[in-house]
C-alpha cells in the first residue's frame, strides 16, 4: 500500500494551491482520507479529513480556506487550499486509518499508511 502525495511548492500569501493523494495497492473508497501537516519543530497537526461519504470536517486554523474532495475511481483524495498564509507552511501528509468507517478520525494515532508528505511554503 502506497499513499503518494503531491502539489506542494512555494507560493505567496494569498495563492492557491491544490494537493492531491493517490493511493495504490488497494482501494479506500470506505476509508475516511486524512491530511496532516507539520512545521518545522512542531507536531503533526490534523487538516482535515473526508469521510467515505464525501462529508469532510476541518481544523479550525484552515476551515473556510481549505477543501477536501476525493475522487474514488481514481482512488485519489484532494486538499484545495486557497488563501494560504505563511503560517500554512509545512509539509503536508495524506493518510489512511487502520479501519474503514464512518468516523472522521481527527487524531493521528487512528492512521495507519502515511503518504511522505509534500512541501508547502507560504511566503512573499
Known amino acids: 500500500v502506497q499513499l503518494q502525495a503531491s502539489g506542494g511548492g512555494l507560493v505567496q500569501p494569498g495563492d492557491s494551491l491544490r494537493l492531491s493523494c493517490a493511493a495504490s495497492g488497494r482501494t479506500f473508497s470506505t476509508y475516511t482520507m486524512g491530511w496532516f501537516r507539520q512545521a518545522p519543530g512542531k507536531d503533526r497537526e490534523f487538516v482535515g479529513s473526508i469521510r467515505s461519504v464525501g462529508s469532510a470536517y476541518y481544523a479550525d486554523s484552515v476551515k473556510g480556506r481549505f477543501t477536501i474532495s476525493r475522487d474514488k475511481t481514481k482512488n485519489t483524495v484532494y486538499l484545495q487550499m486557497n488563501g494560504l498564509k505563511p503560517e500554512d507552511t509545512a509539509v503536508y501528509y495524506c493518510?489512511?486509518?487502520?479501519?474503514?468507517?464512518?468516523?472522521?478520525?481527527?487524531?493521528?494515532?487512528?492512521?495507519?499508511?502515511w503518504g511522505q508528505g509534500t512541501q508547502v511554503t507560504v511566503s512573499s
Open positions: 493518510a489512511a486509518p487502520y479501519y474503514s468507517g464512518s468516523h472522521y478520525y481527527t487524531d493521528k494515532i487512528n492512521y495507519r499508511y
